[in-house]
């Protein structure tokens, strides 16, 4: 027996019809003897809808009122659950956010979790009753009803499953798995079974959106095993004992785990992500002293633009150095606009930005004991002759900046080139 | 300077331009100088789709999860209202009925109010903030979403009205007040400015359904002053001191008071109110004998049907007696299997039942202290050939069953005879 979170996204909450579904994916689970808990978003399009109704009431709307309105939409989605759950002859409730509780402070719209009083949920649990909780809500110090911002059921899961102790948080999507890469890109990509939680931050963060990032930062804080799978698998066939998706786990786990996927044969490379939302800002002729740089990305920070890789060449004869780095292109005209304001104070000669970069990364935690990785890489590409802008390294990724043109082709021959194709 | 409760129902409350509307009643009475709290329906049309869903999920809901479901479009509403009326300027903020708290039983589904903590609202309302707070929805003793049943909203808007000791609670409705008749019959109905709360109740009860029953009884429980009036008024008018539409209020107010339609010219009697569901039965040749009539009533009233008007002929010679009474149409059916199956136990030798009845109350308090009442209604209904089929009499209405063919007929004369025609 096990304690489960699961967790539905908006598509699969759509309509009576795949609540239906859902419910009987849940109840497979109770029937195979564990504990179980569901945490649910609420109905696809409707939290547009609700925030659609609020930017009509008031353009500037307060995010306290917002969430009462928005928070709704999980609402009712836990509760429709609970019902279908116990049309199917399962014990089910629903528990709000307030009744948990789930205790977040109070940045309304993006609040962050503090803490979730499980006794009463696992008491209900262990009693065999089906805890259906609303994703995305909580409530405030004072009372009022929060949100975490859009996506946050994730993180609600994530942590439900903290406080609950759950031996594994299971999240549907509409995706199977994490992959090696993006299969619309590389045919022969392959799903992974087994990923740390280092490595899948590393490829959510550049473009493999399978899952919030802020979940998994949870997840690995929180130590909490996670299992992305389809919630388009057959409801009527008995819960497996094997994974059907890909588990996300810690570095100790995937060490001394004997689970598919974690043995000697591991592949070195375990993905690679490509990430086009990225501009290149290069400052040339910065004077070579102490606090030049910081006074480049201050400000930057100040704003909240959040600078990713940042490249500085040798300095040259006359103490002068030019500095690259890379911002979300969303960013890049209000950067480019607070660098301009600040052109003498940080003393650089001229600015040149270029929309038109990609990231590309090869994530592992296998590389950390192997050298090479990197050199492989640059080779592959220089075989191809694609032009590398920047490099960065990290203790498992190696990313490279290129041309936005050349994404798909360096994605496909670093797969190959990594081993990573799937057989034919 | 006053305290107000405003209630505004479904059809005020359909959409943003509609809520806007809302906001702009509300905010001149806050301009006035009042203390303001607005009590909110769901969307027109909201409450349906969410409990069709419910039906969706489970023909046979559990009514604490329904609740939760239905629950969430006040929610939305009174969140809506709260941003709106900040947009234009005011303070406000949402109170959902488990912050509050509006305390319930837990009869989900069909909560009654068990008590409301106003020191948080009271406190909110004197600081100059508009509290806008869902109807329809409270708290059960163990934390969970209730909702008071269909039409509940003007229940919490007297509720919340009596809590923080309000000057008026106005319920904004699709009409501007309350009629001496049905305006649709009797196109001479005139406005009554002022009724009391059993007049309401008579004249409500009996079809005129202006106002929920049990907000009125739990009005004049707590001696709450109630004005209907129309959400179809010109937002941009300054709120009167005068009152626009139809003010409810107890014998002694009315009796005390120099408001208008309160003085000795007041008509004997107040209106007049027709209900074409009823349905009317007779058990014939019952034993003249105690106990025998009780037999009858105790079995129906075990079923929840609500018998209304009970007739007993003078006992014949046989010592045998007929009882007649009345039952809402839709319970007919019910009733009857109910009787037939104890035909043997109550003693009676036939039923017939008759659909086809109306009920025509007159209703006044003035009544009191006036005799000939009932006797104008007689003569009025003989003259024009009306046949009464059956009386009934309380202090404030005289009531009559009558073939449900002349209902329109039987209101217009009266509402002539007890002079209610509006001046031409």
């Known amino acids: 027996m096990a304690r489960i979170v699961m967790k539905f996204g908006g598509t699969s909450m759509a309509g009576s019809e795949r609540i239906r579904r ?54 009712v989605t836990s509760g ?68 975490l911002g859009r996506g946050g059921s994730d993180t609600s899961a994530v942590a439900v499953a903290a406080a609950v102790k759950a031996d594994r948080c299971d999240i549907y999507t509409d995706v199977d798995g994490v992959y090696t890469t993006d ?45 992305v799978l389809s919630s388009f698998i057959d409801e009527n066939a008995p819960a497996a004992d094997t994974i059907p998706g890909t588990l996300i786990v810690s570095d100790e786990e995937l060490a001394n785990s004997n689970l598919e996927g974690s043995d000697m044969e591991r592949q070195l490379i375990t993905g690679i992500a490509a990430d086009k939302n990225e501009a290149k800002v290069t400052l040339t002729r910065i004077a070579d002293r102490p606090g030049a740089v910081a006074s480049i990305f201050a400000p930057l920070a100040e704003a909240n633009i959040n600078v990713d890789m940042i490249i500085q060449n040798v300095a040259k004869d006359k103490g002068e150095t030019d500095v690259t780095f890379t911002v979300p292109q969303a960013d890049l005209a209000r950067a480019q606009a607070l660098l301009e304001e600040r052109k003498d104070a940080i003393g650089y000669y001229r600015m040149i930005a270029e929309g038109n970069v990609a990231k ?31 490099i960065s390294t990290s203790e498992i990724k190696v990313s490279v900046l290129i041309d936005t043109d050349e994404t798909e082709l360096a994605v496909r021959v670093l797969h190959t080139a990594y081993g990573l194709d799937a057989a034919a």
């Open 183 to 227: 299969p619309r890109i590389v045919a022969k990509a392959r799903k992974l079974p087994l990923v740390t939680y280092e490595e899948m931050l590393e490829l959510a963060s550049v473009g493999s959106k399978v899952l919030q990032t802020r979940s998994v930062s949870l997840a690995m804080k929180e130590n909490v095993r996670v299992q």
């Open 22 to 75: 859902v419910a009987g994916i849940v109840k497979r689970q109770q029937e195979a003897g564990h504990e179980v808990a569901v945490v649910v978003s609420a109905m696809a399009g409707e939290t547009d809808r609700l925030v659609n109704f609020c930017r009509e009431a008031n353009a500037l709307y307060d995010p306290a009122e917002y969430d009462v309105v928005v928070a709704s939409g999980e609402q």
């Open 360 to 390: 590309i990364s090869v994530v592992g935690v296998g590389m950390r004991s192997h050298a090479g990785v990197a050199a492989t890489m640059f080779k592959t590409l220089a075989d191809r002759g694609i032009n590398i802008i920047a």
């Open 80 to 147: 429709l659950l609970a019902l279908t759950l116990q049309s199917m002859g399962c014990k089910a409730r629903s528990w709000l956010g307030w009744q948990v509780p789930i205790k977040t402070d109070d940045a309304h719209a993006k609040a962050r979790i503090e803490d979730i009083d499980s006794d009463a949920v696992i008491a209900s649990m262990a009693a065999g009753e089906i805890a259906v909780i609303p994703g995305f809500q909580g409530v405030s110090p004072d009372n009022r009803v929060t949100t």
